[in-house]
């Protein structure tokens, strides 16, 4: 398995660089992203991405999972709409003058789903991903039901789809974090209701997006950093911890985070949190 414990990281200057979109997406980039990389990789060898594999990423990021498929000899198109600021570094990533993924492999990058795609099924897209997890913002599963649905005519028949979800709370310690978020928040109403992204919820989305599930998987995915302000910023890049700032102020959510994060401290100062992510895998018609 990968490793996914953050040692080093470029260091940004000032508490507000938090609230800068272009730092943040630094911090996903250098810090959080890679704590998914276990799911990446079991995704990628149970659909056999390889030479002959064009995918299509939704929410790609700033590219990690693109990179990884790229190593594969996969064409790849990146879709990320909401930070044009992590498009900015996937397109640093993979799309460099000197060699790099360009040379073994078409990328393309764009903040929205192609509309040029292509006429005959034969030169479609053969392998589809969301890796996002949903499960943890309210309206999560709409948003990806109705990109799902826009994106699967660009598929071949019956190619694989992936989606993701946050595995049970038992199993994820990061939940422990995420309900100081909920209630900062006071999504509801002051009572604190983690609703996880549970295998049903996925077929549900796939359902709903005129897919056919055919597969799941579950994989560990512990989140590790160097430090304590590393976690911090980490978290903070995923965008889970918004509303909480927004319902009160980044001092208070960086204080209480920081206190539920104390118990996954270790002696040597390091931050380590199990958890567990679940994907589906569901069938264009």
Avoid at 141 to 157: F, G, Y
Avoid at 158 to 168: F, M
Avoid at 216 to 241: E, H, K, M, N, Q
């Amino acid at each position: 398995m990968t490793p996914v414990l953050v040692r080093q990281h470029p260091p940004h200057a000032g508490p507000a660089s938090r609230v800068d979109l272009g730092a943040r997406a630094r911090d996903w980039s250098e810090i959080q992203e890679r704590m998914l990389v276990p799911l990446y990789e079991a995704v990628h060898e149970r659909l056999d991405v390889g030479p002959g594999t064009r995918l299509l990423s939704l929410g790609c990021g700033s590219g990690l999972a693109l990179l990884m498929a790229a190593s594969r000899g996969a064409a790849l198109t990146g879709v990320e709409s909401s930070s044009p600021a992590r498009l900015a570094l996937a397109r640093e990533r993979l799309l460099r003058e000197n060699g790099g993924a360009r040379a073994r492999a078409d990328v393309r990058l764009v903040d929205r789903l192609p509309t040029d795609g292509p006429a005959a099924r034969a030169s479609a897209y053969t392998v589809v991903t969301a890796f996002e997890p949903i499960g943890r913002v309210a309206g999560d599963t709409e948003a990806l039901t109705a990109l799902l649905a826009a994106a699967a005519p660009l598929a071949r028949r019956g190619a694989p789809v992936v989606l993701v979800g946050w595995g049970p709370p038992e199993r994820c310690a990061t939940t422990a974090v995420l309900r100081v978020a909920a209630r900062l928040a006071d999504q509801d109403r002051g009572t604190v209701r983690l609703r996880p992204g549970l295998r049903d919820d996925l077929e549900d989305v796939a359902r709903r997006a005129g897919l056919r599930p055919d597969g799941s998987g579950r994989v560990a995915c512990p989140f590790g950093y160097a430090d304590l302000d590393s976690a911090l910023r980490g978290l903070l890049s995923t965008g889970l911890f918004d509303a909480a700032v927004t319902a009160t102020d980044q001092a208070q959510v960086d204080k209480e985070v920081s206190e539920a994060l104390q118990p996954y401290r270790r002696s040597d100062g390091t931050v380590w949190m199990p958890n567990v992510f679940q994907y589906l895998i569901a069938r264009t018609p």
